[in-house]
């Protein structure tokens, strides 16, 4: 047990040491952060919809009046005693962005209604214009069907379901997109770690194989206890630069306001221009943070660190025996490899069905499959799993690891010290069967 320890000490200190593992554990959260500043910044600058729009009304639609909405900044002139063909060559030079035409129609037909501009317009202005069109093409026809709009109005219904989650401590309000997001997330970090930390066990084990430092170290330790040090060493390193990734991001969402005052003063205040579609775009962030507060946090991070640390000790043993069968052709670990990815990528794929119907068959039979359940349990988990689901997708991955490091011990004993020959996966099949 003292020889795994110094095996996993020196694994461990080896990469913190390292100047890229500093680089990535400081600028990684920082650039998310500094990212999502940014993204509040811009939604809330209220600089979009700046246009110059000439109408020609021949339908007469909006009577000579057309109203901007919120945080829209355009304005609207309406021409007269012109026609399509003469204005269009001219609009431009007149000091207009955009020229809309509405040609006449009967309240029954569709009206070929054109935008005239001198490049591809914005999505969020066309959206805007064509809104305002449908708008008042449904005032004409029922206007000419003797309907007064604004019974109309009364009458029509504009229902959102409120989903409440009934628990223990009372009901709280469930935000869809935001369950959504985060076991999407939570998914694509798992499968992220288990690539990522289980390529670098394999390259560490390459390397230690291709210097001969392995057979030094061989000598004072067996080689399973290289392996588990190898593992448990490279595993930890993963878990510092996610615990400091977590306290980083933590800071900065307290510095954040104070080095962006305007931003989150813009978003408080009411007396600000284009107030009220900040005061929108601020009751969107408190629906996501109530959303987020009716999840089980506690159980979503319990089970992000188990099938975290279960993942990759499954996935970091079978990366393991393969880094110890290659020397230094690199072809040869990506053939090896490719059988071990194929689960990793069904793993992801599953993950997006089960964020969409998380009580699925496949979804069910992917988070408990050991294989793939750290991604696909990680998908369903948001959503509300039997208990006995979770219990026994976490037996299954702990009885999965323990009998694949059993089995990729065997191969890693034998091809850590083997060198010159290209190993087969029929060859390493005997390496398991032979006895002694």
């Known amino acids: 047990m003292n020889k795994i320890r110094l095996i996993i000490e020196r694994e461990y200190m080896t990469r913190v040491k390292r100047k890229s593992f500093l680089l990535t554990t400081l600028l990684v959260p920082v650039v998310i952060v500094a990212f999502y500043a940014i993204i509040i910044a811009v939604s809330i600058s209220g600089e979009s919809n700046t246009q110059r729009v000439a109408i020609l009304d021949e339908a007469n639609l ?132 288990l690539l990522i930390y289980g390529t670098m066990v394999m390259r560490g084990v390459m390397e230690e194989k291709t210097n001969r430092i392995a057979e030094v170290i061989v000598s004072s330790a067996k080689p399973f206890q290289l392996m588990l040090g190898k593992i448990i060493g490279i595993g930890a390193v993963g878990l510092t630069q996610f615990a400091i990734w977590i306290v980083v991001m933590g800071l900065l969402q307290f510095i954040i306001p104070l080095l962006f005052p305007d931003v989150f003063h813009q978003l408080s205040d009411p007396a600000v221009a284009g107030a009220a579609a900040q005061r929108a775009s601020a009751g969107k962030i408190a629906d996501i943070i109530e959303g987020i507060r009716s999840l089980p946090i506690a159980l979503i991070l319990f089970s992000f660190i188990f099938y975290f640390l279960g993942g990759y ?111 087969t996966w029929r060859e390493m099949w005997r390496w398991l069967v032979r006895k002694g």
Not at 125 to 151: M, Q
Not at 393 to 420: E, H, N, Q
């Open 62 to 193: 909006f009577n000579g009046n057309m109203e901007a909405g919120k945080g829209d900044k355009s304005t609207y002139t309406f021409i007269h005693n012109e026609t399509e063909q003469s204005f269009k060559p001219r609009y431009k030079n007149e000091g207009y962005t955009l020229f809309l035409y509405i040609p006449e129609f009967s309240g029954s037909d569709l009206p070929h209604i054109k935008l005239h501009s001198q490049a591809a317009v914005n999505l969020f202005v066309k959206s805007a214009l064509e809104k305002k069109i449908n708008g008042a093409v449904e005032k004409k026809r029922l206007t000419a069907a003797n309907i007064d709009p604004e019974i109309y109005k009364n009458i029509k219904a504009d229902i959102e379901i409120e989903n409440a989650i009934d628990s223990g401590k009372g009901e709280k309000k469930s935000i869809a997109g935001v369950a959504y997001a985060v076991s999407f997330i939570a998914g694509i970090l798992i499968y992220m770690i």
């Open 313 to 423: 000790l499954l996935y970091a043993a079978l990366f393991a025996a393969i880094g110890s069968v290659v020397s230094e052709d690199q072809q040869e670990a990506q053939q090896l490899v490719f059988p071990v990815m194929m689960p990793l990528i069904l793993g992801f794929v599953i993950m997006t069905k089960a964020i969409n119907d998380p009580d699925s068959g496949i979804a069910v039979f992917g988070s408990l499959f050991p294989l793939t359940s750290p991604i696909v349990m990680m998908g369903r988990v948001t959503y509300g799993v039997p208990w006995w689901q979770l219990g026994l997708s976490m037996l299954l991955l702990v009885l999965t690891f323990l009998f694949f490091t059993w089995v990729t011990a065997k191969i890693y004993r034998t091809g850590i010290l083997l060198y010159g020959k290209k190993v």
